[in-house]
């Protein structure tokens, strides 16, 4: 069975500095991997993906994700936090059939 | 940039009445998705649907669960008879293609089961 852990329920870091968002998965065959935001009240808006290719993907808002295959990890980081990067975000795999989402991390940035 | 629309954003629904919540998918997508939150925490998956009938679903997509596409835009989630532990956040989202592509959500329809 598919699955996706987010360890942290919660990261605080500082405006300016780097963040990381941990992600593990577990997945039959090749992964699609995803990262999403989700805002108050809204729905979930996609950051990256990773498909093939080069392990660093690049995504909106200046967010970027390391896949690493031996240990199934796809961890989101930015070099620069800013304030309004605090949210909640969730990490995703797909598999044959579905998407499985983390239980989510939210990320507090302080000014 | 098309969007997933869902309505109404808020429906409170006395226990054990039928609820419907809709969905407009994106106009050329052809997977459609419906997703359960509860309470901002873990994004559940409930069922999948392509080629007008469901591909996958989850254990918590039992027999009081039903999805229909009734035309050619809208795309419908039906609880036959709510309960209260069905009060969620309720997404719906869409594709194109599966795969690689990343899912587009709407901003969801609050179910409060009184």
């Known amino acids: 069975a598919q699955s996706v852990a987010q360890p942290e329920d919660q990261v605080n870091v500082a405006e300016g500095n780097p963040l990381t968002v941990k992600c593990t998965y577990s997945v039959s065959g090749n992964p699609y991997l995803f990262w999403y935001v989700q805002y108050p009240n809204r729905g979930l808006q996609f950051l990256l993906k990773?498909?093939?290719?080069?392990?660093l993907v690049k995504g909106s808002y200046g967010f970027e994700a390391e896949f690493n295959k031996s240990q199934t990890s796809f961890h989101l980081k930015k070099p620069s936090a800013l304030v309004s990067d605090s949210a909640l975000y969730f990490c995703a795999v797909r598999g044959p059939q579905k998407v499985t989402f983390g239980t989510g991390t939210k990320l507090q940035v302080i000014p | 940039e098309p969007e997933v629309t869902q309505t109404p954003s808020h429906q409170v629904t006395q226990m054990g009445q039928e609820v419907i919540l809709r969905c407009v998918p994106i106009s050329n997508h052809l997977y459609f998705y419906w997703y359960r939150q509860i309470l901002g925490q873990k994004v559940e998956f409930l069922v999948s649907f392509y080629n007008n009938e469901i591909s996958e679903k989850s254990e918590i997509f039992d027999d009081q669960f039903s999805v229909e596409r009734p035309d050619g835009s809208n795309f419908t989630l039906k609880i036959r008879s709510t309960k209260l532990e069905d009060s969620a956040m309720y997404f719906c989202?869409?594709?194109?293609?599966?795969?690689?592509?990343?899912?587009?959500f709407g901003d969801g329809t609050r179910l409060s089961i009184l």
């Open positions: 989202a869409s594709t194109l293609l599966q795969g690689g592509q990343p899912q587009h």
């Open positions: 990773y498909i093939t290719g080069d392990n």
